[in-house]
């Protein structure tokens, strides 16, 4: 009987993501607002349908340590050297500025200093990939404003591991402890890395070389696993985010040459559970909210597309190689939000640095919700 209850939850999750998936893609949108639809519809505020959600969201979270070591996999180093200039220059201000500006607002609202932080740097992130996916589309990756856009989008994918780093250390759980406790906790975090990078420079490449010298495709995968799961494991057991450790392990294969391999084993397992992370968020979201208070949803995703968009047109003046029509395209192709916000929305809810019980996270989801519409 539990198997079959099991076996009815995943036809279920199955069914809803499928057509909610194919549909969203046929209207021309993305796969990421069709699991959340999916999720939305099946959820209790709608069909309720959706079972406990609490086994889902475990296993969903290999989405994300997945979606991370994809993301350290696209970061190489050579790349991010010849652009150092651009990325880490017009990429951190993008983001330090927007988070400090959506962050302010969030605390002249009320939300406590802590979580402001959090939700600034959640909003400051673009989707990577609508904004390529667009720029691509309409042939301007090679031009000014596509090239900036490209060194920002970079910027917000190396931003995302110390935002999910800061998590924790803001949480509730790390409210207390004395300062002797803090700075030996700091310097387990850099032990830690640290041991993780030397081991896997000198680890991983050996290791992928023997596995692929056996000619055996299920044996690549599963080492691919393994390395993503291991390092993810190494993290949790030093208290940090499991994350954490997938990024690593992709940004030191990021320059072998099993990388585009080895990203083509990982994509099929990264797609499904992150789907499976995008429904639960889905499921999640109390859409009652749009019509009890649409005018507070309005208002809050209008501020947020005016900053940064004010703050992008500024950022494109700045280049003078930038006309004023690029660096409007600049905005309307940066300004909306990213999938990546969902993920860190739902750490900071669970950390306690945004409290659900007064409809703060039903709120800031459903911003997140339909900046990523407007990025489409």
Excluded: C
């Excluded at 880490?88 to 500006?101: D, K, N, P, R, Y």
């Excluded at 969030?106 to 740097?121: F, Q, R, S, T, Y």
């Excluded at 309409?138 to 591991?161: E, M, N, T, Y």
């Amino acid at each position: 009987m539990e198997t079959s209850h099991y076996l009815q939850d995943a036809v279920m999750f199955l069914a809803a993501a499928v057509v909610a998936v194919a549909l969203s893609r046929r209207w021309g949108l993305g796969a990421v607002l069709g699991y959340l639809a999916a999720g939305a519809i099946i959820g209790p505020h709608v069909l309720n349908l959706a079972p406990d959600m609490t086994g889902a969201n475990e296993l969903s979270e290999f989405g994300v340590i997945l979606l991370l070591f994809v993301i350290g996999l696209e970061l190489s180093p050579q790349r991010l050297w010849l652009m150092r200039k651009a990325v880490f220059g017009a990429g951190f201000l993008q983001v330090a500025l927007s988070a400090l500006l959506i962050g302010g607002a969030a605390l002249l609202a009320g939300l406590p200093w802590k979580g402001a932080v959090i939700v600034g740097l959640a909003l400051a992130l673009s989707s990577t990939a609508v904004g390529l996916q667009i720029l691509a589309e309409h042939k301007q990756l090679g031009s000014p404003h596509g090239r900036l856009a490209f060194a920002i989008l970079l910027f917000q994918d190396l931003a995302a591991i110390p935002i999910l780093a800061l998590i924790p250390l803001l949480g509730a759980q790390h409210a207390q402890g004395s300062a002797g406790a803090q700075a030996f906790d700091v310097l387990r975090v850099i032990g830690v890395i640290a041991a993780v990078v030397v081991g896997g420079r000198y680890l991983l490449r050996p290791v992928f070389r023997a596995v692929a010298a056996t000619q055996i495709a299920e044996v690549f995968t599963a080492t691919a696993l393994l390395v993503v799961l291991g390092t993810a494991w190494v993290m949790q057991l030093a208290g940090m985010q499991m994350s954490l450790g997938a990024f690593l392990a992709g940004v030191l294969l990021a320059d072998s040459e099993f990388r585009h391999e080895i990203e083509s084993q990982i994509e099929p397992f990264k797609g499904l559970l992150l789907g499976l992370f995008f429904v639960s968020v889905g499921a999640s979201i109390d859409l009652n909210l749009v019509r009890d208070q649409p005018l507070a949803v309005l208002a809050v995703v209008g501020t947020i597309l005016v900053l940064k968009s004010a703050l992008l047109l500024g950022l494109g003046q700045l280049k003078r190689k930038l006309g004023f029509s690029e660096t409007v395209r600049l905005a309307v192709v940066l300004a909306g939000g990213g999938e990546f916000a969902f993920v860190v929305l739902a750490l900071a809810q669970h950390d306690s640095l945004i409290d659900a019980r007064f409809e703060q996270e039903q709120l800031f989801l459903l911003t997140t919700g339909s900046l990523h519409f407007y990025s489409y």
